[in-house]
């Protein structure tokens, strides 16, 4: 998390947690943030559902009602920009994915949105679905009924390699994709802590993410420069960013398009696979759950792999990753920044201060969800999903800056645990305990080794 900047606020806070001011400030905030979804479900628990952090005279307020969230994201969406967690660019995602559209503001994020929604667009997106069964029915081929995988690294690298090709026709097969696995390791690293040194400061740990961003860079300028060089449009994300004119005819300049390309590559896959990480330990740990869900899968299919006609006939699996993304939300919080003052409930937020939305507590509030703990996909049938309050469930956030890529998310991950599914069952050993590392998602701590036995 990046240092909170210190702005005098007119509000009356509300209670909260101060870390005072100094440099042990710092040191206070990298200790009670280390587990940092831990630290803000304590505080809510101590201080109620909106809460404040302090440190050095500036304050944050989190907010975990839906319709304070409500407000924040829609209602006063323009009274907002993206926090220093995205737009730092020596500390903040900003550092890896320069001025994409999830870390750009104002009339950049404007221009980019209109030129990259086309490409996941929900009728466009369709030409993907064989991309993604053939991807996951090739990752099958090297699976042996009982071997123990580290199913973590097996999502990541299917979601990548569909995310590679789907947009940007590009095979990420084997090595080609290890410079971006590198590069988004350094950056869940630098955003899991709290950095209190400057980046001019060559630590070990600044070295490292300074190599892996160069290497990520060469590979994905190698891309572009490949496409500008064929001129080709291949219809694909990539070349209608290469294509895109400005209204004074100019092109994307080639830092630009990278911006784009690297920000699809981090929210395009590790989102996706941490969904369905998390959807394999809930089946794993619910076998009545997971039997109902065969029993739609080879009713549907019986044994060939899911078309995208399937999906509207396979409304228990979409059922289970809703729900499963409800107990382990994939981004569990996001940030935004006033910039101009702004009433939200009881609260005056005074122009620069932070707020931070929480979607993990209401996801699990009892206020909203009978026995909130339990995975019960029903939740979400048509009959019980209409009476869910709005803005107590948002996976993908809301409001202009909603999740782009959220259609292909939802088909992706059907389509992937439809075709898994069906052939294998992912098994957890006898009481393995499966933890949490909350960083921008959240994470299976250490990884995620299951047995995969044939069906
Ligand atoms: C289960 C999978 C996914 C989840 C849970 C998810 C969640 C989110 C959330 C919560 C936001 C809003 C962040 C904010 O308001 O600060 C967001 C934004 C975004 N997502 Fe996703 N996402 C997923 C998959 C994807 C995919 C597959 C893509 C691209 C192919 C993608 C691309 C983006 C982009 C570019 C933004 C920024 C949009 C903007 O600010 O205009 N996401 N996502």
Redesign the pocket.
């Known amino acids: 998390m990046a240092a909170i900047p210190a702005t005098p606020h007119q509000t009356t806070l509300p209670a909260g947690l101060d870390l005072g001011s100094g440099p042990l400030a710092l040191l206070r905030a990298a200790r009670t943030f280390s587990d940092p979804l831990g630290a803000m479900i304590d505080l809510y628990r101590k201080h109620g559902d909106t809460y404040s952090i302090t440190i050095n005279g500036g304050a944050m307020l989190v907010f975990t009602r839906p319709e304070h969230i409500h407000a924040v994201?829609v209602e006063h969406a323009d009274s907002f920009y993206?926090d220093a967690d995205?737009t730092d660019p020596n500390q903040g995602l900003a550092r890896f994915v320069g001025q994409?559209?999830?870390?750009?503001d104002g009339a950049l994020?404007k221009r980019?949105?209109k030129l990259?929604a086309p490409a996941?667009h929900a009728r466009r997106i369709m030409a993907y679905a064989e991309t993604m069964t053939d991807y996951t029915d090739a990752l099958l081929t090297d699976w042996q009924s009982g071997a123990k995988l580290d199913i973590a690294q097996e999502m990541m690298t299917l979601?990548i390699r569909i995310?590679a090709k789907?947009?940007f026709d590009v095979d990420m097969s084997g090595e080609l994709a290890q410079p971006i696995f590198e590069a988004m390791r350094e950056l869940q690293d630098m955003q899991g802590a709290i950095n209190i040194l400057p980046t001019w400061i060559p630590t070990p740990a600044e070295l490292r993410r300074r190599k892996a961003i160069r290497a990520m860079d060469k590979l994905i300028y190698r891309i572009i420069e490949e496409r500008q060089a064929g001129g080709a449009d291949t219809g694909d994300l990539l070349s209608m960013l290469v294509a895109a004119r400005d209204e004074n005819g100019e092109p994307m300049d080639k830092r630009q398009i990278r911006d784009?390309a690297v920000?699809?590559f981090?929210?395009?896959?590790e989102?996706?696979a941490?969904?369905l990480n998390w959807t394999w330990v809930l089946l794993s740990q619910n076998p009545e759950i997971e039997a109902k869900l065969h029993e739609e899968i080879d009713r549907v299919l019986a044994g060939r792999l899911p078309t995208l006609a399937d999906l509207e006939h396979l409304p228990y699996t979409e059922r289970v990753?809703k729900e499963s993304?409800r107990l382990y939300?994939?981004?569990w919080s996001?940030?935004?920044v006033a910039i101009k003052d702004v009433q939200i409930g009881d609260y005056l937020i005074s122009k620069d201060m932070r707020v931070a939305?929480n979607?993990y507590i209401p996801h699990h509030s009892p206020e909203f969800w009978d026995e909130p703990e339990r995975f019960d996909p029903e939740r979400f049938s048509p009959e019980r999903e209409s009476s869910i309050p709005r803005y107590a469930y948002?996976?993908?956030?809301?409001?202009?800056?909603?999740?782009?890529?959220?259609h292909?998310?939802?088909m992706?991950?059907k389509l992937i645990l439809a075709t898994i599914a069906s052939r294998y069952t992912l098994r957890l050993a006898p009481g393995q305990k499966v933890g949490m590392a909350a960083r921008i998602?959240i994470n299976p701590d250490g990884g995620l080794p299951m047995t995969v036995q044939a069906r």
């Open positions: 994201l993206k995205y994409g559209l999830i870390t750009s994020w980019q949105r990259v996941l979601t995310v789907s947009l784009e920000t699809l981090l929210a395009g896959h989102t996706t941490n969904a990753i993304m939300p994939p981004v996001v940030g935004r939305i979607t948002l996976p993908f956030g809301g409001g202009p800056r909603v999740c782009i890529g959220n292909f998310a939802m992706e991950a998602t």
